[in-house]
């Protein structure tokens, strides 16, 4: 009787630290919208299960919906999904599911007409470090969206004898300052603080030696990169164990000017540009119904930069032009 409870406190422990829950709560994830997305993630059935909804807002194609984590250590991922797409036409190849494994997209939803429906299963091995997790792509973002639910999640863990309360980054001034704090190190050996242009492929950017106590952490980042900058925290044990923070990101600016003239215009216009840092730009012009009708990259180097823009087959109107790395944007009249 004893060996069968004992069983079944195991059974029970393991259960309760499989799904959405103690190193893969919610809190530990990180959402990201592609640029004009309004999709979104409900965590309001974890542990058991979440819920992402695609993007339906019909000013763009390709948004995407990702959820993702780091995988703490070695091992399986596991987990059953179901699906279902509002499509007015009932076409599942336009609102695409699956899960994502260090970068790469592997589509979990199958694309046959009015196969509206799907349930499934999925499991792979993963290693301590990469970033895992699911996306709900809307391909023509138009007529619906659609709904893609995770359950019975599970992913290699381990446990170490350190408490990460907080991570926060915020601009300070051209820098990013890094704050972290704990709640106790015992027999803990040091952080990596990790740098990435993608929420892919990270780079130590300093090794910080543990307090020994209750710590409060501070670190400047001088040289972010242009737009998204990407941080994590890997939290190494004596024993040479590790553990990873949510990754959290920010945004940083490198335009310190932009400029279009002529404006009106007719056949064409320039796109005046000063930026801090060398980097290419893609440029898009939207018209007001939220339509980009026209996209081109341009080359930056630091300083002031001038393009020209050739604008001779678009309908009068107003357009919006956009510079969809940094952001900025300015409002044009085509006469």
Same mark, same amino acid.
């Given at each position: 009787?004893?060996?069968?409870?004992?069983?079944?406190?195991? &059974? &029970?422990? @393991?259960?309760?630290?499989? #799904?959405?829950?103690?190193?893969?709560?919610?809190?530990?994830?990180?959402?990201?919208?592609?640029?004009?997305?309004?999709?979104?993630?409900?965590? @309001?059935?974890?542990?058991?299960?979440?819920?992402?909804?695609?993007?339906?807002?019909?000013?763009?194609?390709?948004?995407?919906?990702?959820?993702? $984590?780091?995988?703490?250590?070695?091992?399986?991922?596991?987990?059953?999904?179901?699906?279902?797409?509002?499509?007015?036409?009932?076409?599942?190849?336009?609102?695409?599911?699956?899960?994502?494994?260090?970068?790469?997209?592997?589509?979990?939803?199958?694309?046959?007409?009015?196969?509206?429906?799907?349930?499934?299963?999925?499991?792979?091995?993963?290693?301590?470090?990469?970033?895992?997790?699911?996306?709900?792509? @809307?391909?023509?973002?138009?007529?619906?969206?659609?709904?893609?639910?995770?359950?019975?999640?599970?992913?290699?863990?381990?446990?170490?004898?350190?408490?990460?309360?907080?991570?926060?980054? #915020?601009? #300070?001034?051209?820098?990013?300052?890094?704050?972290?704090?704990?709640?106790?190190?015992?027999?803990?050996?040091?952080?990596?603080?990790?740098?990435?242009?993608?929420?892919?492929?990270?780079?130590?950017?300093?090794?910080?030696?543990?307090?020994?106590?209750?710590? #409060?952490?501070?670190?400047?980042?001088?040289?972010? &990169?242009?737009?998204?900058?990407?941080?994590?925290?890997?939290?190494?044990?004596?024993?040479?164990?590790?553990?990873?923070?949510?990754?959290?990101? $920010?945004?940083?600016?490198? $335009?310190?000017?932009?400029?279009?003239?002529?404006?009106?215009?007719?056949?064409?216009?320039?796109?005046?540009?000063?930026?801090?840092?060398?980097?290419?730009?893609?440029?898009?012009?939207?018209?007001?119904?939220?339509?980009?009708?026209?996209?081109?990259?341009?080359?930056?180097?630091?300083? $002031?930069?001038?393009?020209?823009?050739?604008?001779?087959?678009? @309908?009068?109107?107003?357009?919006?032009?956009?510079?969809?790395?940094?952001?900025?944007?300015?409002?044009?009249?085509?006469?």
């Amino acid at each position: 009787m004893r060996a069968f409870y004992i069983l079944c406190l195991l &059974f &029970f422990c @393991a259960s309760a630290k499989a #799904q959405f829950g103690y190193d893969y709560a919610p809190s530990k994830w990180t959402t990201f919208l592609t640029p004009g997305s309004n999709g979104s993630v409900n965590t @309001a059935g974890a542990p058991n299960s979440i819920t992402i909804t695609g993007s339906d807002g019909a000013s763009a194609t390709n948004m995407d919906v990702d959820y993702t $984590i780091t995988a703490l250590a070695t091992g399986v991922l596991s987990f059953s999904w179901s699906y279902h797409t509002n499509d007015t036409d009932e076409a599942p190849q336009y609102d695409i599911a699956g899960v994502l494994v260090n970068g790469t997209f592997t589509q979990l939803t199958d694309d046959t007409p009015g196969n509206i429906n799907q349930t499934g299963s999925f499991s792979t091995s993963v290693t301590a470090g990469n970033t895992i997790g699911f996306r709900l792509r @809307a391909i023509d973002n138009v007529f619906g969206n659609a709904t893609f639910t995770i359950s019975n999640f599970t992913s290699p863990t381990t446990t170490l004898p350190v408490e990460l309360l907080s991570f926060t980054v #915020q601009k #300070q001034n051209a820098a990013v300052h890094l704050t972290w704090s704990t709640a106790s190190e015992t027999d803990f050996s040091h952080f990596v603080v990790e740098h990435s242009a993608d929420a892919i492929n990270f780079s130590s950017l300093r090794i910080v030696k543990a307090a020994g106590q209750n710590g #409060q952490y501070n670190l400047v980042d001088e040289h972010p &990169f242009s737009g998204t900058n990407f941080y994590r925290i890997k939290m190494v044990d004596n024993d040479r164990s590790v553990d990873y923070s949510k990754t959290v990101a $920010i945004k940083m600016e490198s $335009i310190r000017q932009f400029i279009i003239s002529p404006n009106p215009a007719t056949d064409q216009f320039m796109v005046h540009v000063n930026t801090s840092s060398v980097f290419t730009e893609r440029v898009s012009i939207t018209n007001m119904a939220g339509v980009i009708v026209a996209e081109q990259n341009i080359f930056l180097i630091e300083g $002031i930069n001038h393009h020209r823009l050739n604008i001779a087959s678009l @309908a009068k109107g107003i357009y919006i032009i956009k510079l969809q790395t940094s952001g900025v944007c300015a409002q044009l009249i085509k006469q």
